[in-house]
């Protein structure tokens, strides 16, 4: 079964640090990986997507990395904000899907405190 | 910046009520979807299409219905409203990047039945 599992559930941390939200996934054949952003009664929004050649990404203070062989990923914010508050959510698309159908993790709730 | 619109963002409503959830987009793509999400939970596809006259089920078994008559739009129907379909839904389009699909979400209806 194709799944994808994130950790930690939840996170709080104080502004201007630094975190790591980590993915697990096996999905297979894999074609690609997202996180994405989800602000509290909003639809997503991507933040980066990265193909199975590519083992980093970044978007501003948002760095992705993907291990395909171990099948992991992790999201690195830098120097949070108070607006990097919301759940962040690891997305990964399998190749046999002309579809574009994606498996979603649950996500990380991570909240930012000034 | 997305151009994918839901209406209501917002809707309380009395079971047995029959319900349509708006979706439309301005981008031209071919592929739209619709997910249930639950608070903390990951995002179910409910019904997605390839294109107009083209509707399919999705993998989390729903009593909604969708319809799918011009590329634009992809409303989805619930014939009676009970409690049980209190959720957000959320509707995605999709244009092919490369080998990979990129999705956009639309800002979501909230969905509470009394």
């Known amino acids: 079964k194709n799944q994808v599992e994130q950790s930690p559930q939840s996170l709080i941390i104080l502004e201007g640090k630094n975190c790591t939200l980590q993915?697990?996934?096996?999905?297979?054949?894999?074609?690609?990986l997202r996180w994405y952003k989800q602000d509290t009664g909003r639809g997503p929004v991507s933040l980066t997507i990265?193909?199975?050649?590519?083992n980093t990404k970044s978007n501003g203070r948002y760095t992705a990395t993907l291990d395909a062989d171990t099948k992991q990923s992790s999201l690195h914010i830098t120097a949070s904000q108070l607006s990097d508050s919301a759940s962040y959510i690891c997305v990964v698309s399998d190749r046999g899907s002309t579809l574009g159908r994606l498996y979603f993790g649950r996500g990380t709730q991570l909240t930012v405190w000034p | 910046e997305a151009d994918i619109y839901q209406t209501p963002r917002y809707l309380v409503i009395g079971t047995g009520k029959k319900i349509t959830l708006e979706c439309s987009q301005t981008m031209g793509h071919d592929k739209m979807y619709w997910y249930q999400q639950d608070p903390g939970m990951e995002l179910h596809l409910i019904h997605y299409?390839?294109?107009?006259?083209?509707?399919e089920k999705g993998d989390l078994s729903s009593e909604s219905t969708v319809s799918r008559i011009r590329t634009e739009h992809f409303p989805l129907t619930l014939e009676s409203a009970r409690p049980s379909h209190t959720s957000q839904y959320l509707c995605?389009?999709?244009?092919?990047?490369?080998?990979?699909?990129?999705?956009?979400f639309g800002p979501g209806t909230r969905l509470t039945v009394t």
């Open positions: 993915c697990n996934y096996t999905v297979s054949p894999f074609s690609n």
């Open positions: 299409s390839y294109g107009v006259n083209s509707t």
């Open positions: 990265m193909t199975f050649s590519e």
């Open positions: 995605a389009s999709s244009v092919e990047r490369g080998l990979s699909y990129e999705q956009y």
